[in-house]
């Protein structure tokens, strides 16, 4: 078995993007809505007690003042720490992006931004990324302390899509507990497919029993699981995998 094929069960285990303009047009009629925005800053580690104490304060102020979205910010657990900052926001339509963006309340948010924890801020990436909820199992109320990301960057025009709903529908088809999502995001390094894992807490890292490539061969034998597998590498240029902390003091969270 190949390295992505043992890395992908082990993943879902412990738990297509190139036509993004057409997914884009077609995401301002999606239901659920499916676009999402990341905001990616980094800081100098030296400075990062002062950024933190900032990030919090602006949270407090942006929830208060005007900004009707929540805005889930997550750190690094592996890997560099005390650097990157990843600020997102899902989901949403483009229409209603438009009006999010029209808002009058963005001077005044912009500026204590700038005067708070943007003071701080070395480098400061944008990213927009297209959930696939049909091919995902989050149900509402899932616990997101912890994520496990794994990033898929995508061959030149592949079409995985197919491949990722092939694997889903197995999941669901045997019953398989635990959460997981599919995300789209394309950047000037190329198109990524990132596969994400939630779990409360580091008790969810614990391998289920039968675990997920036993039950998959189980359902559809040995041979025609490994052939999934490998269908799915065929579309992959890299991979590359770290673990998430949710940061709830640094977010913006609107009481439902």
């Given at each position: 078995?190949?390295?992505?094929?043992?890395?992908?069960?082990?993943?879902?285990?412990?738990?297509?993007?190139?036509?993004?303009?057409?997914?884009?047009?077609?995401?301002?009629?999606?239901?659920?809505?499916?676009?999402?925005?990341?905001?990616?800053?980094?800081?100098?580690?030296?400075?990062?007690?002062?950024?933190?104490?900032?990030?919090?304060?602006?949270?407090?102020?942006?929830?208060?003042?005007?900004?009707?979205?929540?805005?889930?910010?997550?750190?690094?657990?592996?890997?560099?720490?005390?650097?990157?900052?990843?600020?997102?926001?899902?989901?949403?339509?483009?229409?209603?992006?438009?009006?999010?963006?029209?808002?009058?309340?963005?001077?005044?948010?912009?500026?204590?931004?700038?005067?708070?924890?943007?003071?701080?801020?070395?480098?400061?990436?944008?990213?927009?990324?297209?959930?696939?909820?049909?091919?995902?199992?989050?149900?509402?109320?899932?616990?997101?302390?912890?994520?496990?990301?794994?990033?898929?960057?995508?061959?030149?025009?592949?079409?995985?899509?197919?491949?990722?709903?092939?694997?889903?529908?197995?999941?669901?088809?045997?019953?398989?507990?635990?959460?997981?999502?599919?995300?789209?995001?394309?950047?000037?390094?190329?198109?990524?497919?990132?596969?994400?894992?939630?779990?409360?807490?580091?008790?969810?890292?614990?391998?289920?029993?039968?675990?997920?490539?036993?039950?998959?061969?189980?359902?559809?034998?040995?041979?025609?699981?490994?052939?999934?597998?490998?269908?799915?590498?065929?579309?992959?240029e890299s991979l590359s995998f770290r673990i998430m902390r949710f940061r709830p003091k640094l977010s913006?969270m609107h009481d439902k």
């Open positions: 078995m190949n390295k992505r094929f043992n890395t992908i069960c082990l993943l879902l285990a412990v738990i297509s993007f190139v036509f993004l303009n057409m997914q884009d047009a077609e995401a301002a009629d999606e239901k659920p809505p499916a676009m999402a925005e990341m905001w990616h800053v980094k800081i100098d580690p030296a400075d990062q007690k002062s950024f933190e104490e900032a990030l919090a304060a602006h949270a407090k102020f942006r929830k208060e003042n005007g900004d009707p979205r929540n805005w889930s910010t997550y750190t690094p657990h592996t890997g560099v720490v005390g650097r990157d900052y990843y600020i997102r926001h899902c989901c949403f339509k483009w229409s209603d992006h438009q009006k999010y963006s029209d808002l009058a309340a963005h001077k005044e948010l912009g500026e204590n931004w700038e005067n708070g924890p943007g003071k701080y801020v070395k480098k400061t990436k944008h990213f927009y990324s297209w959930v696939d909820h049909a091919n995902s199992q989050w149900p509402e109320g899932t616990k997101a302390n912890l994520l496990r990301l794994t990033h898929h960057k995508l061959k030149p025009n592949s079409n995985i899509g197919p491949v990722v709903k092939e694997i889903s529908d197995l999941a669901k088809k045997m019953g398989w507990k635990r959460s997981w999502g599919w995300v789209y995001e394309r950047n000037m390094d190329g198109v990524y497919l990132t596969l994400a894992m939630p779990s409360e807490n580091f008790a969810g890292f614990e391998e289920p029993k039968p675990n997920f490539e036993e039950m998959a061969a189980k359902e559809i034998g040995e041979d025609e699981l490994k052939d999934l597998f490998s269908r799915f590498d065929e579309h992959v913006v």
